[in-house]
Nanobody, 124 residues
Framework: QVQLVESGGGLVQAGGSLRLSCVAS????????MGWFRQAPGQERKFVAG????????YYADSVEGRSTISRDNAKNTGYLQMNSLKPEDTAVYYC?????????????????WGQGTQVTVSS
C-alpha cells in the first residue's frame, strides 16, 4: 500500500504560481510512475502531468505544457507540480496518483493509489 498526501493548494490570482507537493508513505515510492490529475466541478478527472520512476521522463497535458513542471525527489518520497502563469481555468481539485508504468498513463485507470486532493483556485 502507498498513502499519498497532497499539499500546496490555495487561492492565487491569475498569472501567479503554486507548487503542489505529494508526500508518499508505505511501499517504495520510487517504484512507481507518478501522475497529477485535476477535477473541476461537474467535470471528469483529467491528466495534468506524469513522471517516470527516475524523473528522467516527463509528460504533460497540452493545457499546462510550458507552464508547469513535474518533478520528484525519491529520497524524500515526494513529488511536486510547479504551476506558473496560472489561469482561472486551472481552478480544480488536484490529485496525485501512483502506479506501475502504463502506456495509458493519461487515464485514471492506470493508477492504483490516489491522494485526497488539494484545491487550487485561480481568481481573475
Amino acid at each position: 500500500q502507498v498513502q499519498l498526501v497532497e499539499s500546496g493548494g490555495g487561492l492565487v490570482q491569475a498569472g501567479g504560481s503554486l507548487r503542489l507537493s505529494c508526500v508518499a508513505s508505505g511501499r517504495a515510492f520510487s517504484r512507481y510512475f507518478m501522475g497529477w490529475f485535476r477535477q473541476a466541478p461537474g467535470q471528469e478527472r483529467k491528466f495534468v502531468a506524469g513522471i517516470n520512476w527516475s524523473g528522467g521522463s516527463t509528460y504533460y497535458a497540452d493545457s499546462v505544457e510550458g507552464r508547469s513542471t513535474i518533478s520528484r525527489d525519491n529520497a524524500k518520497n515526494t513529488g511536486y507540480l510547479q504551476m506558473n502563469s496560472l489561469k482561472p481555468e486551472d481552478t480544480a481539485v488536484y490529485y496525485c496518483a501512483a502506479g506501475y508504468y502504463s502506456s495509458n498513463y493519461r487515464t485514471t485507470h492506470s493508477y492504483s493509489y490516489w491522494g485526497q486532493g488539494t484545491q487550487v483556485t485561480v481568481s481573475s
